[in-house]
RNA sequence: GCCGGUGUGGCGGAACUGGUAGACGCGCCGGACUCAAAAUCCGGUUCUGGCAACAGAGUGUGGGUUCGAUUCCCUCCACCGGCACCA
């Protein structure tokens, strides 16, 4: 062993230890139970993030510590390797995206090696290779057959000078990112996954997902979004032809209340107005070019004007003016509502503005109003009884809806509906790096579906996006080829696949990454569902919604047994880093890389100031964000690594917070667990050195013969066990844990007995140490192990270690004294003294007398173990 | 605007089921070692008063429940995250 802990040798030699043996491949085997620990897989960007590290110390820490449990664990890894960063790369330098990604994906790999994490690289899997997308299109020629996928129009971003589509974060201000062009909405065919088809059977699912956190199930029910109530109709005549304005409504029960309808820019009626009234369509055009459906938004202020159309009340038959309004979706509901101004906030100052008339119609409780009222009461919007309405007067709302509800269906002017927020997935994307949607556009067959036969249908590798549409349509060889059906010349489609799609079954996949002969096998029913997910909570709707729907269509062409994928969710918390800058003479403002800050601390260590390093003059702290280019607040895992290892990376990453808060990166914190190591380190090294020195084999425990010091050691020892497997097992954090470690580690480099019964204590203890913090800093326990004795055995196959429960007992304890509530003494008892022993030692004790004297005492209260509250 | 989350020393955090507030670490202060520095080790570190024993205050604000509240309930405030003007 040596003497200085160096983590580049130590390492090294334990990963390649690792490698010889094969240490995290893993078979299936019935006879042991399986852990499925998946950390959500990265886009190969080209280096690996903080964010990254975090996640995946997260997911071996797990699955080490499950191994340890005896769990047939495994943790995979793979790379969502399609996408636009490859072709905004490909545009840069020219290479071909599939050039640049592969190239990223062997330098990721050996980072997340050099981190140490375990895992079966046998699985790897890369979306953008053809054995893994092929069963996209497998799967999505199923799709088209059972009707769940469908081709219909879609709007889309179209940028006129690059003659491309764009995606939404490529549109800056309305306008082309790379032409500054103004961008213009089109619409083309796309296809579409029914994903609204599982809406009620997502939602309900939601019930059993127990170990999701709270707050990501609230936000898929939101996003999913069922909401339940009226679609009304409101008749009119247009070039003599009867017609209805479908609106929904929750709250049909304010019917009688509709002064007007408002409906979306977008929506036919606007159009039809539109042309014969200039005004309207330039306000329409003003519409649609805000970036409407943002969240700041719903600050904007409402802005509508009057088509000229009316239609009519389908109960009163009341003449209702049609408005088209800026806040009202085309793409919720039917693109239309009815206004109610006396009990709709939106209503309500829309009405006011354009001086349409307010009509109340409820009573809230708060009675009938004598005069329209000037300003906006949140309580105009709470249920109540309908007056003012006619045969409707006095019903209270759900009687009102349901027989508002009857009266409309009767005439068949509506009826109750359900209505989602969540729409069909639409999957094109007019891009090249993606995979192939396999249909053929032939003349005189229409579009037919690529034959299994002729799967996968290949993306060409070496083609060069240039930003000025897709390549794909412009390369012949790709393009032109035979119609199945009939064998005429025909085309291929061009359009490849939403990212998304090859996210949603990955984790399937990883059970069976070697077949080529089919999409899954029977080990994919071994290993369902994932025991265990992490990853980051920007996922929380997108990706895990899609995955849940994706596994469910598997499901129901008996492809798999497991409707939801993910049994536990853990979304760990972004990582976040000084901001420092300084406003330069130009007015401009520079950031500066923590790294190169020196903080300020006043004599109590108060922070006060920052200097950069290089210049001494003062910068500005502006607080602490995400890492990011544009900050300069970027950490490189890999100089981390170098500088300080593996393991005091990871050490530090699980100590600094609770694995689903933000983690605050510090330099002086990743020193402080280097410091750890060293001190681990030393402490072993010198116990090793004492048993060296003596020549002998360690001295056996004798549990009856210790004296009253020892035996608070051992207690503190296996105490400190039961604490780590319940923070790592149970309650999963992590900082908890190494903290009740340290304590441990200080509680011993403060015993220095050396009695053989104090040698075979140490001894018993650092194994625990070594043991307990195995599943984070791996390499140097490995490498400790086999100091204290175990050459050559693979402490990751060694079981979690169990507590001696005749070394948790503890003979005497310690028990809190509170006179009123307040904290007055302490006495110590015999641990199993009955109630009136402990209250009588309580009422003794000195300082508590000092207080309880000359007074009578009303009450006391012996919480067992714990506290004697006195209430005088 | 809506939904969700979080507020505890100089800082990150701990206190799991209502029972000793501040574990553990960082920073800072003091000491040992050293010619010196770094590293390392030892001690101290919520605030106020006191040499001390000890006393008082204290978990964003104001209230409530309780023998007892960081923990439960209500009000307000601040910050963070998400988004969807959702009819």
């Not at 200080?746 to 009695?755: A, G, I, V």
């Given at each position: 062993m040596q003497e200085r802990y160096d983590p580049a040798i130590v390492e090294a030699q334990v990963q390649a230890f690792w490698a010889e043996r094969k240490a995290f491949s893993v078979k299936?085997?019935?006879?042991?139970?399986?852990?499925?620990?998946?950390?959500?897989?990265?886009?190969p960007s080209g280096r690996l993030h903080m964010g990254h590290v975090r996640n995946y110390t997260i997911g071996d820490v797990i699955s080490r510590f499950m191994r340890m449990q005896g769990y047939n664990v495994l943790q995979p890894m793979g790379w969502d390797a399609f996408g636009l960063p490859a072709e905004n790369a490909a545009m840069q330098n020219g290479v071909p995206p599939a050039q640049w990604t592969r190239q990223n994906i062997a330098y990721m790999k050996r980072q997340l090696q050099s981190l140490g994490f375990a895992f079966d690289w046998e699985r790897e899997l890369a979306t953008c290779d053809a054995s893994y997308y092929r069963w996209n299109q497998w799967l999505f020629l199923r799709m088209l057959e059972k009707g769940i996928a469908y081709k219909k129009t879609g709007i889309v971003n179209w940028d006129p000078v690059d003659r491309t589509v764009l995606a939404n974060e490529q549109v800056i201000d309305g306008k082309g990112w790379r032409t500054g062009a103004p961008v213009?909405?089109?619409?083309?065919?796309?296809?579409?996954?029914?994903?609204?088809?599982?809406?009620?059977d997502l939602l309900d699912a939601l019930d059993s997902l127990q170990g999701w956190p709270e707050r990501v199930r609230a936000m898929q029910a939101n996003w999913i979004g069922r909401s339940e109530g009226v679609r009304v109709s409101f008749p009119y005549e247009l070039d003599g032809e009867r017609r209805v304005l479908n609106v929904f409504t929750t709250r049909a029960d304010t019917l009688m209340g509709v002064t007007f309808c408002a409906v979306a820019p977008e929506h036919p009626l606007a159009t039809y107005a539109a042309r014969s009234n200039p005004a309207l369509a330039q306000f329409i055009e003003e519409c649609k070019r805000g970036t409407a459906m943002e969240a700041e938004l719903a600050l904007m202020e409402k802005k509508g004007m009057p088509t000229g159309l009316f239609v009519t009340h389908p109960i009163t038959g009341a003449e209702i003016p049609v408005w088209v309004g800026n806040y009202v979706l085309m793409t919720y509901g039917e693109g239309a509502v009815m206004g109610v101004p006396a009990h709709d906030e939106r209503d309500f100052h829309f009405a006011k503005k354009y001086g349409l008339p307010i009509r109340q119609v409820i009573d809230t409780g708060a009675g009938r109003w004598s005069a329209e009222p000037a300003q906006w009461d949140p309580a105009f919007e709470s249920h109540g009884t309908c007056i003012n309405s006619g045969k409707y007067d006095g019903l209270d709302h759900e009687q009102a809806v349901d027989a508002i509800a009857a009266d409309l269906q009767a005439q068949g002017l509506g009826e109750k509906q359900v209505q989602w927020r969540l729409h069909d997935w639409a999957i094109s994307r007019?891009?090249?790096?993606?995979?192939p949607i396999p249909l053929i556009h032939c003349a005189r067959c229409?579009?037919?579906?690529?034959?299994?036969?002729?799967?996968?249908?290949?993306?060409?590798e070496?083609?060069?996006?240039?930003?000025?549409?897709?390549?794909?349509?412009?390369?012949?060889?790709?393009?032109?080829?035979?119609?199945?059906n009939c064998g005429a010349p025909a085309r291929r489609e061009t359009d490849t696949m939403d990212t998304f799609v090859d996210s949603s079954w990955y984790f399937l996949r990883f059970a069976c990454a070697d077949n080529d002969s089919a999409m899954v096998d029977e080990r994919v029913n071994y290993w369902m569902p994932v025991d265990q997910y992490i990853g980051g909570i920007e996922h929380a709707i997108l990706h895990l919604l899609y995955a849940r729907f994706w596994t469910r269509v598997m499901y129901d062409l008996g492809l798999v047994k497991v409707q939801e994928p993910f049994e536990n969710l853990l979304t760990q918390g972004m990582v976040l880093n000084d901001i420092y800058s300084r406003r330069t003479a130009d007015g401009r403002v520079q950031y500066f890389n923590p790294a190169d800050v020196e903080v300020l601390y006043d004599a109590k260590g108060a922070r006060i100031g920052a200097r950069l390093k290089s210049d001494g003059q003062p910068v500005e702290w502006e607080g602490m964000r995400t890492m990011s280019k544009s900050k300069n607040n970027g950490v490189d895992p890999q100089e981390l690594v170098s500088k300080y290892g593996a393991d005091s990376v990871r050490l530090f990453m699980m100590f600094k917070a609770p694995p689903e808060d933000t983690l605050e990166w510090s330099d002086e914190g990743v020193e402080g667990a280097a410091r750890f190591m060293r001190r681990l380190w030393r402490i072993v090294y010198e116990h090793v050195q004492q048993r060296e020195r003596q020549a002998g084999a360690v001295p056996s425990l004798e549990p009856s013969k210790l004296t009253e010091a020892q035996r608070a050691v051992r207690r503190a020892a296996h105490s400190t066990l039961v604490k780590v497997t319940d923070d790592i097992g149970r309650r999963r954090v992590f900082n908890t844990a190494i903290a009740a470690v340290m304590e441990l580690l200080?509680?011993?480099?403060?015993?220095?007995?050396?009695?053989p019964q104090g040698q075979a204590i140490r001894h018993e203890a650092l194994e625990l140490v070594v043991q307990m913090l195995s599943p984070i800093v791996p390499h140097a326990c490995q490498a400790l192990w086999e100091a204290l004795g175990h050459e050559g055995d693979a402490l990751i196959d060694r079981p979690w270690p169990k507590p001696d429960p005749a070394a948790l007992v503890q003979e005497e304890i310690e028990i809190v004294v509170q006179v009123n509530g307040k904290l007055r003494g302490r006495v110590t008892v015999p641990a199993q003294a009955t109630e009136d022993e402990v209250r009588s030692a309580a009422l003794a004790a000195p300082n508590v007398q000092k207080w309880t004297e000359g007074k009578p005492i009303r009450k006391v209260i012996v919480v067992k173990g714990r506290l004697v509250n006195i209430v005088i």
């Open positions: 299936e085997d019935p006879s042991k139970p399986k852990y499925y620990c998946l950390s959500m897989f990265p886009y213009e909405k089109r619409e083309i065919p796309m296809y579409y996954l029914r994903i609204t088809k599982y809406a009620q007019q891009r090249y790096w993606g995979c229409g579009d037919v579906p690529v034959p299994d036969k002729d799967l996968p249908v290949l993306l060409p070496d083609l060069v996006p240039d930003g000025s549409g897709n390549p794909l349509a412009k390369t012949s060889s790709f393009l032109d080829c035979e119609c199945p200080n509680t011993l480099s403060k015993f220095d007995d050396d009695s």
